[in-house]
């Protein structure tokens, strides 16, 4: 399988402030991780030239974008509804809770379209990743 065959996209909402996209984000990639197929990683361990060893990294694209919080919401929605993605999105109730059991609590009170959105990723074949995100501004800190 060629490195541009799947893509990774990690989408923060544009409210979102720096420190928190990185925790947003950091979370979502250890999700996606997680629930991928078997093919997203790269060589498992690279050793460099002192014997150390180095855990191998994603053998895929993972590009952070930003988009408008509303935006990210229909987003989060249109690439749920492919069932050849993997999503992992992330509700402001989890900078809100403590616990997990909290989290879970607080997400299962509410409906879908009250959940407000500070990130997601989405991962899967280039060309179904790219028609719901390839018109995204990549993120940077301004």
């Known amino acids: 399988m060629n490195y541009e065959d799947k893509k990774i996209v990690g989408i923060i909402a544009s409210n979102v402030e720096p420190a928190v996209a990185l925790n947003v984000i950091?979370?979502?990639?250890?999700?996606?991780?997680k629930y991928s197929d078997d093919e997203i990683m790269g060589q498992p361990t690279i050793t460099d030239k002192s014997g150390v060893e180095h855990l191998g990294i994603s053998k895929f694209p993972f590009i952070i974008t930003k988009v408008k919080a509303g935006k990210l919401k229909n987003t989060i929605d249109i690439a749920k509804n492919n069932p050849n993605l993997?999503?992992?999105?992330?509700?402001?109730?989890?900078?809100?809770?403590r616990t997990d059991n909290e989290l879970v609590a607080s997400i299962s009170s509410k409906e879908n379209d009250k959940l407000e959105y500070m990130g997601a990723v989405i991962y899967g074949n280039t060309k179904d990743v790219d028609e719901i995100t390839g018109k995204f501004q990549l993120w940077r800190m301004d």
């Open 26 to 33: 950091g979370h979502l990639a250890i999700s996606i991780g």
């Open 86 to 97: 993997i999503v992992a999105d992330y509700p402001k109730d989890m900078l809100d809770t």
